[in-house]
């Protein structure tokens, strides 16, 4: 069955220092998302994308995130500059366009900003 | 704007006992609902969802969940829990309008005792 892989499953950086957090979505997937849940909260949506565009963006999502389509298969969220409240699981997600609502995630990455 | 509350944060239940676990919502507007289901170090999986028609909904492993228009709830059910459901469950909606993003609920940890 086919599903949404992410690199790394974890990652550990020092504050200040730019991350790129790598998704692969559903091959036939035209949806994708970006969540992140810090320890104990709630999962929080961050951005989806659609066309080669931001479709929409949270408050969380500030000039610091930047998300790119560079190829055909990845989907990946920049974060320019860490900042220690940037530590949390970063989940991608994607859907399709005949079942736009119903979001597959992927298994997250661990972003640990010391 | 739309709110998930999910009213326990943990739920610990005997092996083969019935549980429920709650969720009320929040929103202006017409939406869809989820539960997604978190085996420990995994992804978040679709349990089951709701989108029209009959309210009552049944999904993987089991479970089903009741949609209640007047009460603003979509509380999980599963009439005889096993060990391997052990996990983190969470409640989500959506707008209807294509693509939209989850707000997700706290999440609720269920725990099966033996």
């Known amino acids: 069955e086919p599903e949404v892989t992410q690199t790394p499953s974890h990652q550990v950086t020092q504050m200040g220092q730019e991350v790129i957090l790598r998704c692969v979505p559903i091959s036939n997937h035209l949806y994708f998302y970006w969540y992140r849940q810090i320890l104990g909260q709630k999962v929080e949506f961050l951005v989806s994308?659609?066309?080669?565009?931001?479709?929409?963006k949270s408050e969380i999502f500030d000039d610091q995130f930047s998300v790119e389509r560079p190829d055909g298969s990845n989907f990946t969220l920049k974060i320019r500059s860490t900042k220690l409240e940037d530590s949390a699981m970063y989940f991608c997600a994607s859907s399709n366009r005949d079942f736009q609502e119903t979001q597959y995630f992927g298994p997250g990455t661990r972003l640990l900003v010391l | 704007a739309q709110s998930v509350t999910q009213l326990d944060s943990q739920v610990p239940v005997f092996e083969e006992a019935p549980v429920e676990l709650r969720c009320n919502y929040s929103?202006?507007?017409?939406?869809?609902l989820f539960w997604y289901v978190q085996y420990p170090n995994q992804g978040l999986q679709l349990l089951l969802k709701y989108l029209s028609g009959s309210t009552l909904v049944k999904g993987i492993n089991g479970f089903e969940a009741e949609f209640n228009k007047s009460q603003t709830s979509f509380h999980l059910r599963k009439p005889s829990v096993h060990i391997s459901d052990t996990a983190e469950y969470f409640c989500?909606?959506?707008?209807?309008?294509?693509?939209?993003?989850?707000?997700f609920g706290q999440g609720t940890r269920l725990t099966i005792n033996p």
């Open positions: 994308f659609y066309n080669n565009e931001i479709s929409e």
């Open positions: 929103s202006s507007v017409s939406v869809y």
């Open positions: 989500a909606v959506s707008g209807i309008q294509g693509a939209q993003k989850l707000v």
